[in-house]
């Protein structure tokens, strides 16, 4: 496949029943497609599965979740990352790092999140969406660390997807989960100016 032609993917790294529906609906308001099959606690599916369902969406971008369930070390959804984030005919856009209440893991670098508040923030939030210097840019979840060594563009940290104290909540339209995945949008090039002055509808569903 040649490069113009790789599929542009969005990495979640949350897959519960709550992020599955605010994924669902802000990929459906902003045009692109998610990979529904991909949720669960853990990943249901391989990563191979995944690029198998990914190359079946008609359209880009397309949003796949992975969940490990706080498994210790590299758990389904992680193996499943990497292996759709190494696929030669995938080309991943961006990454929700997902920030979770776990302890062991060693987290990763993000230079910039989105908070409660749907700002764009330097550094890294809490669980809940909250700034914390404390944090050190490092957002801490159970499915996130394989990132620090796939080298992947626009990651950015968000607090737990459609949650947040109701602010990221299906009724109030997930404005936070749609805020960080216009971001990945806007910084990939492909969907709006890089300056993030507009993201276009990009077809129908």
């Not at 992020?19 to 990929?27: D, I, P, R």
Request: charged share 25%; hydrophobic share 35%.
């Amino acid at each position: 496949m040649r490069e113009d032609q790789r599929r542009k993917v969005i990495l979640v790294t949350d897959g519960d029943h709550i992020a599955q529906k605010a994924v669902e609906s802000v990929a459906k308001e902003l045009g692109g497609r998610c990979i529904s099959l991909s949720a669960g606690n853990p990943t249901p599916v391989s990563g191979k599965q995944v690029v198998e369902l990914i190359k079946m969406a008609p359209h880009d971008p397309v949003i796949v979740m992975f969940d490990d369930n706080g498994d210790f070390g590299k758990g389904r959804g992680e193996r499943a990352i990497e292996y759709v984030a190494s696929h030669p005919d995938i080309e991943v856009i961006g990454a929700l790092a997902v920030a979770s209440h776990t302890n062991w893991v060693h987290g990763v670098t993000v230079a910039y999140s989105v908070d409660n508040q749907g700002q764009i923030v330097e550094g890294a939030v809490d669980k809940d969406g909250y700034a914390d210097q404390e944090l050190q840019h490092h957002i801490y979840g159970d499915t996130v660390d394989i990132l620090n060594t796939l080298k992947l563009p626009n990651v950015i940290g968000i607090g737990d997807i459609g949650k947040m104290d109701g602010r990221d909540s299906l009724q109030n339209g997930c404005p936070i989960t749609k805020r960080a995945v216009q971001w990945i949008m806007e910084r990939s090039g492909a969907y709006g100016d890089s300056d993030g002055e507009k993201t276009p509808h990009l077809g129908p569903n």
